[in-house]
């Protein structure tokens, strides 16, 4: 392949392109499941109907005119690319943002690689001896994620692409209310959108990781659950009642000091995770709840969130 004919063919950096020949090589890639299959699939990782139909709409069959040589390339070796860091925990992004409004083989090309590491990491899963039940609830968080990206008008996936290879690499567990990433020092919990988020069920969450960990990874040794979230922003003391979820989850951490994190600006996670729109006036956002009037009323001030990062003993 040449990587400069491939860039301009997709329509993304050069670097990019040589970054994903470089990571790949010629590892190994994984194939689709096959067609047939697929709508059951679908169904499991909790992908909504609308969604699975333009999924199966894009199929990479053999032959088929939406698959140009240089997006099939570029599937093949995203797949590579990710299924060789197999056991990883990184953040690994999978391949260039493309232009997703060029059909459904653009914008879900990303997903067919996902959908083909399924068994891959579910091997995994195995070889650790994860519960079916737990490989398959956390693997679901794919059709979460494309729920939100609709629901974004399509703002939402350059981050949910790189994301979702956690989970592609048995990174990623969903315990309950939590999901919880394993590697390096400590285990990081995320918080899923998927209901309240009272004391009991992070409590009961938290202790189902508790047994998990040292069960299923005991080569790996934890002493610690840490989260990076706007979510622990001390600032949200200001404006939410002292017995909210949120508050609640607060109280468990001792904050470290704070350093602004690179590449991330928490007042455009901020809005990305409570009102899922990065581009709505202020003044036109919803003011429903204590957290929106609370997130509105901050910004309109000219004030700015604040990601913040804590840690509680295992």
Known sequence: MNVDDTAARLGVPVEEVDRVHQLAGDRPSAPLPAKADAPAILD????????????????????????????????DRSIALVRA?????????????LPRDRGPAWRHLYVYAYLALVD???????????????????????????????????????????WLTLHARGAIYELGRLQYHRGGAVIDLHIPESGPMS????????????????????DERYS???CGSWLLDPQLLEYLPEDS?????????????????????????VLRFVF??????????PRRTALQRAIVDHLEAGRHWQIRRGRFPM
Not at 143 to 157: F, S, Y
Not at 276 to 285: G, I, V
Request: overall charge negative.
């Open 245 to 269: 979820n949120i508050v609640r989850f607060q109280r468990r951490f001792e904050l470290e000091p704070y350093e602004e994190p690179e590449g991330l600006d928490a007042d455009v996670e």
């Open 199 to 218: 004391p009991e069920a992070v409590g009961a969450s938290l202790d189902e990781a508790r047994e998990f960990f040292p069960r299923h990874f005991p």
């Open 85 to 97: 860091d197999l056991g990883g925990h990184g953040w690994l992004p999978p391949g260039p943002e």
């Open 224 to 226: 610690a659950f840490a």
């Open 44 to 75: 499991r990782l909790a992908v909504r109907p609308d969604d699975a139909a333009e999924i199966m709409a894009g199929w990479p069959d053999p032959g088929s005119p939406l698959w140009t040589p240089e997006l099939r390339w570029l599937l």
């Open 276 to 285: 899922r729109t990065l581009t709505t006036p202020l003044d036109q956002l």
């Open 120 to 162: 891959v990491v579910r091997g995994y899963h195995r070889d650790h001896g994860v519960a079916e039940a737990v490989s398959w609830v956390s693997l679901a968080d794919l059709g979460r994620n494309l729920a939100v990206d609709r629901r974004m008008q399509r703002e939402g996936w350059p981050v949910m692409q790189s």
